[in-house]
Antibody
């Protein structure tokens, strides 16, 4: 059974860069059948799609974050990663990684547990 | 961006009740809509995709309908484990966007 696990810091200082990794087990990230995505949720608020990536390197980014965002894949580690720079308090959220249901169709059927990232000095 | 508006924002219901949640898109999204269930402290769970397709393993009391701009999620007979927050999400246009959520509470 596919499992996704998010790892990364729980606290980031303003203006710094957030780096999160999603480790995939129970399946290969190097399958052409799926994209892999990031979704975030500010405390007590709704969900926001951040971006998605294919193992081949194709990415889709939320335009509101695109200038600060990089999503990449490391097939040797069966992981994909998020880097978001120039962090502000508005980026405080639970960050989830997830698998697309099929190919680049943006329905998310398997989710990691999420990690709370707080932006504070 | 396509705005997704859910109604109501919250609903109080009893076990066994039929519950309907509505999601309206600010422009047409054909059938490119999903519904998720989220419980406190947990990741969302995909219930319905392509507006009316039931995700594998999801009980048949959940159903979805609609196309274009107006969609509904129906729980035919509410069970104790269904008390949660429900979100719609459009997959037609970038950026993908979610509704603000509907909380189903115990009456």
């Amino acid at each position: 059974q596919l499992q996704l696990q998010v790892s990364g810091p729980g606290l980031v200082k303003p203006s710094e860069t957030l780096s999160l990794t999603c480790s995939v087990s129970g399946g290969s990230i190097s399958t052409s059948s799926y994209y892999w995505g990031w979704i975030r949720q500010p405390p007590g608020k709704g969900l926001e799609w951040v971006g998605s990536v294919h193992y081949g390197g194709t990415t889709y980014y939320n335009p509101s974050l695109e200038s600060r965002l990089t999503i990449s894949v490391d097939t040797s580690k069966n992981q994909f990663s998020l880097n978001l720079n120039s962090m502000t308090a508005a980026d405080t959220a639970v960050y989830y990684c997830a698998k697309h249901l099929f190919y680049d169709v943006h329905y998310f059927d398997s989710w990691g547990q999420g990690t709370l990232v707080t932006v504070s000095s | 961006d396509i705005q997704m508006t859910q109604s109501p924002s919250s609903v109080s219901a009893s076990v066994g009740d039929r519950v309907t949640i509505t999601c309206r898109a600010s422009q047409g999204i054909r059938y490119w809509l999903a519904w998720y269930q989220q419980k406190p402290g947990k990741a969302p769970k995909l219930l319905i995709y392509a507006a009316s397709s039931l995700q594998s393993g999801v009980p048949s009391r959940f159903s979805g309908s609609g196309s274009g701009t107006d969609f509904t999620l129906t729980i035919s007979s509410l069970q104790p484990e269904d008390f949660a927050t429900y979100y719609c999400q459009q997959a037609n246009s970038f950026p993908r966007t979610f509704g603000q959520g509907t909380k189903v509470e115990i009456k």
